[in-house]
């Protein structure tokens, strides 16, 4: 019912910015929303979320650095990345879970991801 299309992502030199943004189609909006990344050879691992009502959540290695927030109306979420680090590079996929009516309340869906490549 609902799907994720992500965009954003490209090439960026250490200390730049990247907006990205993911948009939930199929009239359902969810709880909560987020991002996930995964970099090569690595586990994927949470970045950060935010729910309908606001409360944000960061991973340590982001805070301060990050910013994530969500137009409800849109059932749009975005990722403001500033400071970038060669660190950060990874295939980050956007995540939505827990719809508002009933019926989908533990739904949960993944984008297919867009690659974030930070260059030192």
């Known amino acids: 019912q609902v799907q994720l299309v992500e965009s954003g992502g490209g090439l960026v030199q250490a200390g730049g910015s990247l907006r990205l943004a993911c948009a939930a189609s199929?009239?359902?909006?969810?709880?909560?929303m987020g991002w996930y990344r995964q970099a090569p050879g690595k586990q994927r691992e949470l970045v950060a979320t935010i729910t309908s009502g606001g409360t944000t959540n960061y991973a340590d290695s982001v805070k301060g650095r990050f910013t994530i927030s969500r137009d409800n109306a849109k059932n749009t979420v975005y990722l403001q990345m500033n400071s970038l680090k060669p660190e950060d590079t990874a295939v980050y996929y956007c995540?939505?879970?827990?719809?508002?009516?009933?019926?989908?309340?533990?739904?949960?869906?993944w984008g297919q991801g867009t690659l974030v490549t930070v260059s030192s």
């Open positions: 995540n939505a879970r827990g719809g508002s009516s009933w019926f989908y309340r533990n739904l949960e869906v």
């Open positions: 199929g009239g359902i909006s969810m709880n909560a």
